[in-house]
């Protein structure tokens, strides 16, 4: 059976006609304004909608954006650079692989410039290996021993990154880098889903595992990471790094 | 020229973000196709000739670029699986992640098909409406969505999971994930 399934009512509203209503799109909205009233399913959708209206309009309106409303001109960024993940088997707590990466990153948006404020708009994504499938995911996500986690980074700006995980058991790992011995950060391109270069492959511990991807545009040292991750049971972003938690929550 | 596109963002930039959420999931993606849509408006204005309401154009674009960005995903998973560890030995079968499935299908669509399921499947349009949209009559539409529905049956019997029962649109706009920051 196909995941594809609708859940509309033959005389339910689409999200274009409700989209168009709250934007006064509609020359006669009554009729739709009455179903809206005796619909749950349609108010819900309409609550949903507005919703994300609220949470957009909070929000600063992105700095390309604003400067190409105001008619300034953009900055443009090089072209993007092949992704170099460095490539040495490795293993820290759990088992992690290291391999050179078999070709360059997909072609982007010029236009990208990343609006986050720390780290210099750098974002990372996280790819989960479950079995014979891979899928994007994101904080929350539920994964099982024997899982492969590989995260990709996306930054305007070369940097440097780590991953640093806190088990359901306390126990602090470093997953990126993949060395045992390593002592630092390491470089990592700029461009965009550039993958980190190791994956990790999760142990048996159940229950909530948080990892701390971390971009900094300086190489720092791990040590003090590591030690304070231990100490507090969190980790707050070095000043001028961008730092991400991604909560997993492990189970059989 | 721009100051009616700072208004139509102010107005209609939370259409985009909560489709390209849907349609992609990840919320940093749908930042970034906010972004896109509207600076192809300031760069390329004429794109938008007020034949139709803002928001049908707006429901377009943001459907082209979040498709792109999909077969681009899946083009990453692909050069990702080629240097992610190797699993384990023993088989662990895959969870029926409809939202992930769903998504890997309209990927594995072509782009007419593809696009019309997300207006079908999506936003629930009606036949009318996805006519509209599209620029076809509601009988060619009609057809497209068989096709879509052929494609989906056919697809789901090749991913091996004939058992999927949530429904797409429920997978879609009920994320179970918070969006990371």
Redesign the interface.
């Given at each position: 059976?196909?995941?594809?399934?609708?859940?509309?009512g033959a005389e339910?509203l689409?999200?274009?006609?409700l989209?168009?209503l709250v934007?006064g799109?509609i020359a006669d909205p009554a009729e739709a304004q009455t179903h809206l009233a005796s619909c749950p399913r349609c108010a819900e959708?309409k609550a949903?909608?507005d919703r994300?209206?609220a949470?957009?309009?909070e929000r600063p309106?992105?700095r390309?954006?604003a400067r190409?409303?105001?008619?300034k001109p953009?900055r443009r960024l090089r072209p993007w650079q092949p992704a170099l993940?460095a490539g040495l088997a490795a293993a820290a707590a759990t088992?992690?692989?290291l391999?050179?990466?078999?070709?360059p990153?997909?072609p982007r948006?010029p236009?990208?410039?990343g609006?986050r404020a720390k780290g210099g708009g750098a974002?990372?994504?996280?790819?989960v290996?479950?079995?014979?499938?891979?899928?994007?995911?994101?904080?929350?996500?539920?994964v099982?021993p024997?899982?492969?986690l590989?995260l990709?980074c996306?930054s305007p700006e070369p940097g440097f990154v780590a991953v640093l995980s806190r088990d359901g058991a306390g126990t602090v790992s470093v997953y990126v880098p993949g060395e045992p011995d390593a002592r630092a950060l390491v470089p990592i391109a700029a461009g965009h889903?550039v993958?980190l270069p190791a994956?990790?492959?999760l142990d048996a511990t159940l229950g909530q595992e948080t990892l701390y991807a971390l971009f900094c545009p300086e190489r720092l040292a791990l040590a003090p990471l590591v030690d304070e991750l231990r100490r507090t049971g969190t980790l707050d972003a070095p000043t001028g790094c961008r730092l991400?938690p991604?909560r997993l929550d492990k189970r059989p | 020229m721009t100051n009616w596109l700072a208004e139509a963002y102010r107005t209609h930039a939370h259409q985009v973000v909560r489709r390209a959420r849907q349609i992609l999931g990840e919320a940093a993606e749908a930042d970034e196709v906010l972004q896109e849509v509207f600076l192809s408006l300031v760069d390329e204005p004429e794109q938008f000739q007020r034949r139709s309401a803002l928001s049908t154009w707006l429901y377009s674009a943001t459907t082209h670029l979040c498709l792109n960005k999909l077969r681009n995903r899946r083009n990453r998973l692909r050069i990702l699986e080629e240097q992610v560890a190797p699993g384990r030995t023993e088989s662990v079968r895959a969870r029926a992640d409809d939202w992930a499935l769903a998504r890997q299908l309209l990927a594995s669509m072509p782009e007419d098909l593809a696009r019309v399921a997300v207006y079908y499947y999506v936003d629930e349009m009606t036949h009318q409406e996805i006519a509209e949209q599209v620029g076809c009559s509601r009988r060619h539409v009609g057809n497209l969505v068989e096709r879509v529905i052929r494609f989906g049956q056919e697809w789901a019997g090749r991913q091996g999971e004939p058992d999927i029962e949530s429904p797409f649109a429920a997978s879609l706009s009920q994320p179970r994930m918070e969006a990371v920051r």
């Amino acid at each position: 059976m196909s995941p594809l399934r609708r859940s509309r009512g033959a005389e339910c509203l689409s999200d274009l006609l409700l989209d168009r209503l709250v934007a006064g799109e509609i020359a006669d909205p009554a009729e739709a304004q009455t179903h809206l009233a005796s619909c749950p399913r349609c108010a819900e959708r309409k609550a949903e909608l507005d919703r994300v209206r609220a949470e957009v309009s909070e929000r600063p309106v992105p700095r390309a954006l604003a400067r190409a409303f105001a008619g300034k001109p953009r900055r443009r960024l090089r072209p993007w650079q092949p992704a170099l993940a460095a490539g040495l088997a490795a293993a820290a707590a759990t088992v992690i692989l290291l391999r050179p990466a078999p070709a360059p990153p997909p072609p982007r948006s010029p236009e990208y410039t990343g609006t986050r404020a720390k780290g210099g708009g750098a974002h990372f994504q996280l790819y989960v290996r479950h079995g014979d499938t891979t899928r994007a995911a994101l904080s929350g996500e539920v994964v099982a021993p024997g899982d492969t986690l590989q995260l990709s980074c996306s930054s305007p700006e070369p940097g440097f990154v780590a991953v640093l995980s806190r088990d359901g058991a306390g126990t602090v790992s470093v997953y990126v880098p993949g060395e045992p011995d390593a002592r630092a950060l390491v470089p990592i391109a700029a461009g965009h889903d550039v993958p980190l270069p190791a994956s990790t492959v999760l142990d048996a511990t159940l229950g909530q595992e948080t990892l701390y991807a971390l971009f900094c545009p300086e190489r720092l040292a791990l040590a003090p990471l590591v030690d304070e991750l231990r100490r507090t049971g969190t980790l707050d972003a070095p000043t001028g790094c961008r730092l991400e938690p991604i909560r997993l929550d492990k189970r059989p | 020229m721009t100051n009616w596109l700072a208004e139509a963002y102010r107005t209609h930039a939370h259409q985009v973000v909560r489709r390209a959420r849907q349609i992609l999931g990840e919320a940093a993606e749908a930042d970034e196709v906010l972004q896109e849509v509207f600076l192809s408006l300031v760069d390329e204005p004429e794109q938008f000739q007020r034949r139709s309401a803002l928001s049908t154009w707006l429901y377009s674009a943001t459907t082209h670029l979040c498709l792109n960005k999909l077969r681009n995903r899946r083009n990453r998973l692909r050069i990702l699986e080629e240097q992610v560890a190797p699993g384990r030995t023993e088989s662990v079968r895959a969870r029926a992640d409809d939202w992930a499935l769903a998504r890997q299908l309209l990927a594995s669509m072509p782009e007419d098909l593809a696009r019309v399921a997300v207006y079908y499947y999506v936003d629930e349009m009606t036949h009318q409406e996805i006519a509209e949209q599209v620029g076809c009559s509601r009988r060619h539409v009609g057809n497209l969505v068989e096709r879509v529905i052929r494609f989906g049956q056919e697809w789901a019997g090749r991913q091996g999971e004939p058992d999927i029962e949530s429904p797409f649109a429920a997978s879609l706009s009920q994320p179970r994930m918070e969006a990371v920051r």
